[in-house]
């Protein structure tokens, strides 16, 4: 092998990324995520071609960053993958590069651990933003509240970057209302067909609803900060659990 190729052979062990979806990834918004989703679904149908067996619900998750970078630049997506043990570490290669890949269960267990991630996600920045408005309406300063809740039993991704959005009041489109309500319908039809009662979910995802009835659709998910803070003030105080 001539020098020129070991090298070449060296860079591609370390990013299985061919280098002009590489260099495009490194774009952050969401046609990279769209670029980067079609290239896994090519690599699927490229081994479910080579073996007619091999069928996959592949989910793959961004994970969400205070500056928006795409998640396959640092290798931090999480990618849950559904299907046979074997068949996952067939392709496990190819998303080394990209974040942690991890097998979730057989067929269709992607898709539900995709399902998953975005009731947690919905669910607690719900949660962040009632108990930030709770601070700020009480005379707290939220942003230092959120800074004391760091590290603590409450400290979680959500609290790390949407929480700064609802302290900056920076609701600018990253994700959006309008596609956490999607998720959580998703969520919500898939509970349905198991027969399965989520109330939590429910109870969210009629408030992600109703921000997107108000007009909210396009802010970002942190928005729903804005939908609580624009809710009546109570005109009696409601029976307690």
Not at 113 to 124: E, H, P, R, T, Y
Not at 139 to 145: H, L, P
Not at 170 to 190: C, E, V
């Amino acid at each position: 092998m001539i020098a020129g190729d070991k090298a070449n052979a060296n860079r591609s062990a370390e990013n299985p990324l061919p280098p002009k979806i590489a260099a495009l990834l490194r774009e952050s918004g969401w046609i990279s995520m769209l670029l980067l989703t079609l290239y896994l679904a090519l690599i699927l149908f490229t081994f479910s071609k080579g073996d007619p067996g091999w069928s996959h619900s592949v989910a793959v998750e961004r994970i969400h960053n205070s500056g928006g970078t795409l998640g396959a630049e640092a290798g931090t997506l999480a990618i849950m993958a559904g299907g046979a043990s074997a068949d996952v570490e067939r392709v496990a290669p190819a998303f080394a590069a990209l974040g942690r890949v991890t097998h979730v269960g057989p067929q269709g267990a992607g898709q539900l651990a995709k399902l998953a991630n975005q009731m947690i996600v919905g669910i607690s920045i719900g949660a962040v933003a009632e108990a930030l408005l709770l601070a700020q309406r009480g005379g707290a300063d939220m942003g230092q509240v959120r800074t004391a809740l760091r590290g603590g039993f409450a400290e979680s991704r959500v609290l790390e970057v949407h929480g700064q959005r609802m302290v900056d009041h920076d609701f600018a489109k990253r994700g959006s209302l309008a596609i956490q309500l999607k998720d959580m319908r998703n969520a919500l039809h898939t509970a349905q067909g198991m027969g399965l009662d989520i109330p939590i979910t429910q109870h969210l995802g009629e408030l992600y609803a109703q921000a997107v009835t108000n007009g909210l659709a396009e802010l970002d998910q942190s928005g729903l900060y804005v939908a609580l803070a624009q809710r009546p003030p109570l005109s009696a105080p409601k029976d307690l659990p």
